[in-house]
């Protein structure tokens, strides 16, 4: 069985601060790992992935997150929020093993406000 | 061209009709997948199929039903349509082995009177 929370459903900051979104994950097998972007009245976008190689990941507009497997975290980050970064975020984890194998499950979705 | 598309992309229906949601890939993936986004429940899988001939039920199934008529479509019916599936439905590709990315279509946002 596998299962993520994300810690916060809404997080607000201002505009070139740092960005933390955090994820915490339980899977039976080691997981894969993502983070998909979805901004308003679109569809999912990937913004990286953890597949068990570098525990650091680093994704597509200056995203990064670190896979912590003694935390069972998957935190994604952002050094200087832009506005463009406003919408909503889903940690997803992907079953590794069992009967499940290859199919995601998806965090409830934190929705990050940028303000000018 | 976007490798996933659907249509519609807006449905708005009434109690009891039938529905169908399609999806086409051109990435060439065995695997396609349904899901459906509520707002604070993320997504959840409805359907999920591995290739042509192996359809399998996720999480949430009932009311819904699918058909894999190719490798590269996979349709999502609703066969009596409810208020509750009110909701955005996304399509979705995975590479044959399962270790890469989902792809996602744009949504078709459903609207059930």
């Excluded at chain 1, 993520?4 to 955090?22: A, F, I, K, W, Y």
């Excluded at chain 1, 990937?46 to 998957?74: D, M």
């Excluded at chain 2, 708005?12 to 039938?18: A, F, L, M």
Aim: with cysteine.
């Amino acid at each position: 069985a596998q299962s993520v929370t994300q810690l916060d459903s809404h997080v607000s900051v201002s505009e070139g601060t740092p960005v933390l979104l955090r994820c915490n994950y339980s899977s039976s097998y080691s997981p894969s790992l993502f983070w998909y972007v979805q901004h308003p009245n679109k569809g999912l976008q990937l913004l990286l992935k953890y597949t068990s190689a570098a525990t650091l990941v680093k994704g597509i507009n200056g995203f990064e997150a670190e896979f912590k497997k003694s935390e069972t975290s998957f935190h994604l980050t952002k050094p200087s929020a832009h506005m463009s970064d406003a919408a909503e975020y889903f940690c997803v984890v992907r079953a590794a093993g069992g009967t499940s194998y290859g199919k995601l499950t998806f965090g409830q979705g934190t929705i990050l406000t940028v303000h000018p | 061209d976007a490798d996933v598309t659907q249509t519609p992309r807006n449905r708005i229906t009434k109690t009891g009709k039938r529905i169908m949601l399609e999806c086409s890939q051109t990435k060439g993936h065995d695997r396609m997948y349904w899901y459906r986004q509520d707002p604070g429940l993320g997504l959840r899988l409805i359907y999920y199929s591995f290739d042509v001939k192996d359809i399998n039920k996720g999480e949430i199934s009932d009311g819904y039903s699918v058909s894999r008529q190719a490798q590269a479509k996979f349709s999502l019916s609703l066969e009596s349509a409810i208020p509750n599936q009110t909701a955005l439905y996304f399509c979705a590709t995975s590479d044959p082995d399962g270790r890469d990315t989902q792809y996602f279509g744009p949504g078709t946002r459903l609207t059930v009177l």
